[in-house]
């Protein structure tokens, strides 16, 4: 009986890794390499998921001066737990009277979970026009939304903990 539940729970936890959600507001940092006007920069995805279809917006900022801001619009595809998006189009930008451009990134995010944090971290490449731009790594998180969970993850964190 103990070894036909640890592999019902495995099943399970099989299940909920593939069925993973990503929508949501992810905040955190992107970094740029040098030839960057920055090296650090404020940057956040709004993700809405529809199976593993994703569209939404990213937004960046400088951090020491958020009225220097750029909005795009991007769109993706979660495959396992790998994010693949691009940027389409600026959708809002101001540039606080600074001499500059935003570049249209695109890359791969990989998703990993702990116990209270979603973590999407991975590369990123753009273009500015006809031109590249510095590449750089990108670090978002988001808190975990227990509620979303429903019973059977519930079921699945108490067995887990052994409070069956």
Not at 46 to 59: M, P
Not at 63 to 80: A, F, Q, R, W
Not at 114 to 138: F, H, Y
Request: some cysteine; aromatic content about 10%.
């Amino acid at each position: 009986m103990k070894k036909s539940s640890i592999f019902i729970l495995f099943l399970l936890s099989v299940y909920f890794a593939q069925s993973q959600d990503i929508s949501g507001e992810w905040t955190g940092t992107l970094y740029q390499e040098a030839g960057g006007v920055r090296y650090e920069y404020s940057f956040e995805m709004n993700l809405q998921q529809v199976g593993n279809k994703i569209t939404g917006t990213s937004e960046i900022r400088f951090l020491d001066n958020k009225n220097v801001y750029g909005k795009m619009k991007l769109s993706g595809k979660l495959i396992k737990k790998s994010f693949i998006f691009e940027e389409s189009e600026i959708l809002k930008e101001n540039f606080d009277g600074q001499t500059m451009s935003w570049c249209i990134k695109r890359g791969t995010l990989y998703y990993s979970q702990g116990s209270e944090m979603a973590v999407l971290q991975g590369d990123w490449t753009g273009t500015i026009g006809r031109g590249t731009c510095s590449p750089g790594t990108i670090t978002l998180q988001r808190k975990i939304n227990q509620n979303k969970l429903g019973k059977s993850g519930k079921k699945l964190k108490e067995a887990a903990r052994g409070n069956n």
